[in-house]
């Protein structure tokens, strides 16, 4: 398995593989991998011939105050987990190479950002979609999967590809929970024992919310109360925000038409986890 | 001669040159070709086996008062000129394809931006390097020709590249100039005959600055006071800027160590015309 430090050396690889008539699929992720990466990874090495995983930890998502700093870091362990998924390649250019002196360009994207984790995380999804865009550059995949637990996340991507004409199939996987419901995430290690507990709140009032919805209920307002009841009712949930919003637009919805996605931000303790639901009437 | 004007169809066509093995340039234009824009074909087709122009009219970067709807169109003899330059493929999208409903993504370039055209045109190099990142990405060129008339736009586009680590060689190209020294433009045939006569101004006085530099003035208050009086002298101009910058900065030098540029935006009825050269100490 190749490991890959540089642009140069990134867009030397991609060019031989998409001479070689070579279809590649990239995975970007921040590292600290676990099963919801690697499922990812499946999904595209079923699309691709050529599997390539990038590791960055991108300060500029990071806002003042967040933890860019603590965020895990593991590169060894995320080395062998790759290679023993199958990948074939690794890029994990350092952030001199990513940001050199004189770095200037941002890519924004103005509608789908402005709501959910964009309302208290206002310079969040630009550095998302700056770095993505640089990745799609370096590695120029044919495919590349993204995880639905950041559900504007995919939503703010597949809008950037569109409008910007990036010719990349942008493809969604479905979160990976654990045994309990928990949605995997790397920020789950900052749990205590009893926040790691409490948070089991969020996975479950998003299910019984489904439930509701398919049981006739079509009030969000409804829908938000009993999930925020319920996350506060831990006494250890401090919650960024509930909403059931329009799954293209992302805009708040007060009522289910036919479908909309649940999504929410709770911090336990220093970690800020998200999660969500996409809720159907039928 | 293939004219291609969808997103789609552009991707599909230079998906199939690169898949032959074949260096693709493209030539980035407003239409309303003139020699300028003919040394760039011709300057990108030595370069590449697949030359595409592209003709866009952008609107996003213009700015409200401007000539977006004014600005000249002549399809069918852009299409001769390009076809007799041996151009293989106009890459020629509507603004509806280009920006259709719910459009809302820019590619921003912070720094570079700001002076010359950037103080009286703020949103201008947004929509630059906006529709140019929408090009890049639908035709894939290996190279892309640009004319150094426009100094800072090149600057521009190629600090976006670097940043966003495209794959792509950004070739710039000197002016061409009537046989009396005005700069060609699209924008030229806006003058009346008298704005015309008055507009030689701009080329002339440049030329005087350049031999200041070389006799040793290295004042740019001086330089730039020459150019002013010569340019006011004929009673005509309406100056937008004269400025002396730092060639990659871009930012006012007021001595020139060893080289800088010149340029100038001037109004001469409602044509805004731009020049620039060059300074070299020695």
């Known amino acids: 398995m190749k490991i890959v430090r540089t642009v140069h050396e990134m867009h030397a690889f991609s060019k031989r593989m998409r001479n070689a008539a070579k279809i590649v699929s990239l995975v970007p992720t921040m590292g600290f991998l676990h099963e919801g990466h690697l499922s990812l ?27 860019y700093e603590a965020y895990p870091r593991n590169f060894d362990r995320d080395k062998e987990m790759v290679e023993r998924a199958g990948g074939d390649c690794i890029y994990a250019p350092s952030v001199a190479e990513m940001y050199p002196e004189g770095y200037q360009t941002r890519v924004q994207v103005a509608q789908v950002t402005q709501n959910l984790c964009g309302l208290t995380r206002p310079t969040h999804f630009d550095g998302v979609t700056t770095v993505v ?8 995949p044919h495919v590349a999967v993204f995880g639905e637990k950041d559900f504007q996340q995919l939503r ?6 569109q409008d910007l004409n990036m010719d990349i199939d942008v493809v969604g996987m479905p979160i990976v929970r654990e045994a309990d419901g928990l949605a995997m995430s790397s920020r789950n290690r900052y749990l205590s024992p009893e926040e790691r507990k409490a948070a089991l709140s969020l996975s479950q009032s998003l299910f019984e ?9 079509k009030n ?6 009993h999930v925020r009841g319920k996350i506060e009712s831990t006494g250890m949930g401090r919650i960024d925000y509930v909403k059931v919003c329009d799954t293209l637009t992302l805009q708040d919805c007060s009522r289910i038409e036919d479908e909309a996605v649940m999504a929410l931000a709770v911090y336990f303790g220093k970690a800020r986890l998200i999660d969500n639901i996409v809720l159907r009437t039928g």
Do not use: C, Y
């Open 133 to 140: 865009a640089k990745l799609f550059n370096a590695v120029t």
């Open 41 to 67: 990874m499946r999904e595209a090495e079923k699309r691709s011939d050529v599997l390539v995983v990038s590791i960055f930890v991108n300060p500029i998502q990071f806002g003042p105050g967040e933890d």
């Open 156 to 161: 703010v991507i597949k809008q950037m590809v």
């Open 209 to 217: 919310a489904r439930e509701m919805v398919l049981s006739g209920e």
């Open 220 to 225: 969000t307002a409804v829908l938000e109360n």
